[in-house]
């Protein structure tokens, strides 16, 4: 019988920290980042990404499809919960957390006290919905 990897994990490798490809995502404003470590988040299967957030920079809330697993790489990651933002509701996860977050729950994150890396393990295909279509950097324009 032959054993049937996972998307991108039939072969070992090993990723360092200079190595990670941080680039832009549609979905995220300004000056945060996304870097796919393992799978293809696009497609149906198992996917680790990382995301970057700069100091001070919020995502509004949004949901997602899939159940997702956080863990807190740096910084400290402040998460709350529903479909308005606010501030005080913010609860605070430093480095060495796990947040897990099932699908469909609306939320929304913050940069509060400064930059944050955070991966998210999850099976794809990824989805990201805004709950104010305003919020989306998809949907704005110049």
């Not at 490798?13 to 799978?39: C, N, Q, S, T, Y």
């Not at 920079?57 to 919960?81: C, N, Q, W």
């Not at 006290?113 to 949907?139: C, F, K, M, N, W």
Request: proline share 11%; net charge neutral; no cysteine.
């Amino acid at each position: 019988m032959t054993l049937k990897h996972q998307p991108d994990q039939a072969n070992f490798k090993a990723i360092l920290p200079e190595d990670i490809d941080w680039k832009p995502f549609p979905a995220f404003p300004v000056g945060a980042r996304l870097a796919i470590m393992v799978g293809q988040p696009a497609e149906p299967g198992p996917y680790v990404v990382r995301v970057k957030l700069p100091a001070g920079a919020k995502l509004m809330p949004h949901r997602h499809p899939e159940d997702r697993i956080y863990t807190v790489m740096s910084g400290v990651f402040y998460i709350g919960l529903g479909k308005t933002f606010d501030g005080d509701k913010v609860r605070a996860y430093p480095p060495g957390s796990v947040v897990v977050l099932p699908g469909e729950t609306w939320h929304f994150h913050w940069a509060k006290s400064g930059e944050y890396v955070t991966q998210v393990t999850a099976i794809g295909p990824l989805g990201l919905e805004y709950h104010d279509l305003h919020d989306d950097p998809r949907h704005q324009h110049a």
